[in-house]
DNA sequence: ACATAATGATCCTGATTAGAAAATTGTCAA
DNA sequence: TTGACAATTTTCTAATCAGGATCATTATGT
């Protein structure tokens, strides 16, 4: 019946986190001081960690244990298995404010964990685009045309061209404005929706 | 005097828990399926416990994983609020197989709910891919360049024209292949990590 | 051909697990 | 107080496994 989905195993979840980071075993090794002979073992579930190790692997890689156990959410996941849905820019759901257009894309999937958006900049400077935005997640920003400038609360701005991303916590302060030399940007965002709300919070935020 | 918070072992945390809930080690050996006198060795720091009795341990007593390790709480929120990484495709991490090429975006952040990946599509046909893929999570696919054709489980086949975009369930069979007339595509996809275990299923399920 | 990465095969020391036996603790009646 | 007596906990013993080192092998990329 229900459709247990194969039970991961620390093999599993250590392989998995070594290559979304893009590590080698050796350099896996290196950071968390547990020799390459073991960790290929783990990784083949010819040999799982013991207490020391799990909390040695948690500190020395920041990894938080229960990403080590790869213990099913339960709830907080709805968990529906078959959702599609096409995102054109011309049936995105349209909000305009000062410094953007926003396009929402795929606006009629409910309750999903990311919300692409393709927005069109106007400013050009961070004096134009006034206070910094400030919302709750993460966001990935990338460039479809023309050429950015990143500002944000704690780093110098950033420029970015063409074919360029950028990831942040979104909570930080930030703002997109056009780079010298360009009328207008056009960039593909994805904004982590994991909280819940923001979809509301974000369209009130920059309304 | 220093801040000497008691690094509390595997024992300690035990011991709580048990008296916390008045068990005999009897009654708690019963509940957990381990033994009397492995739980006491445990709970003198004699002994801790492996991967697999951890796991176990939380599963029959329904005890958090983080709540074994003693990590302190700071509410499940690691919450770092500055972090921000630029990604570009030459400073990805290339990852390939049969069907795509991958480039994963900003591995130097971890943690993140988000992974964005640039991927080059090779494959021309349903069955010049394979087997559908499917793993954990959501994803987002935006089209670069090239045209391409979406396969899922649920749905009949679909294209999208650069500039277009779809969202679906991952744990929905899916695969991307170009569309005809063109060489190759390239597409901007972006997973949710909320649950971990992707980039390997992706990996090891193509390699 | 060369370097890097991943895997496999040994081998070895020490740690883990579990079952049974010993020791401890507590309770109650004479 | 003392002697059963049972419940609880600790120790003992043996088999298994974790964890590390080293060498050989196979891809993969330069």
């Known amino acids: 019946m229900a459709a247990r989905v194969a039970p991961p195993t620390l093999g599993t979840v250590m392989k998995s986190i070594r290559s979304r980071n893009g590590w080698t075993l050796k350099e896996m090794s290196a950071k968390s001081g547990i020799p390459v002979s073991t960790l290929s073992k783990v990784e083949h579930d010819r040999l799982t960690l013991s207490y020391d ?70 400013a050009h400077s961070a004096r134009e685009f006034g206070e910094l935005v400030r919302h709750q997640g993460e966001e990935f920003i990338y460039v479809l045309e023309g050429e950015i400038e990143i500002h944000t609360e704690f780093y110098d701005p950033v ?49």
Do not use: W
């Open 53 to 122: 190790k799990l909390q040695q692997l948690s500190q020395r890689l920041s990894i938080r244990m229960a990403d080590l156990f790869a213990e099913e959410e339960s709830d907080s996941a709805p968990r529906v298995t078959g959702r599609r849905s096409v995102g054109t820019i011309e049936q995105a759901v349209r909000v305009t404010t000062d410094n953007y257009d926003y396009h929402y894309l795929c606006t009629d999937l409910r309750q999903k964990r990311m919300i692409p958006i393709i927005t069109r900049i106007r």
């Open 159 to 207: 420029a970015l061209k063409t074919g360029q991303g950028i990831y942040l916590d979104s909570s930080m302060g930030h703002a997109y404005v056009v780079a010298e030399g360009f009328d207008e940007a056009l960039v593909l965002g994805v904004c982590s929706s994991a909280d819940e709300g923001l979809m509301d919070s974000l369209m009130s935020l920059h309304g």
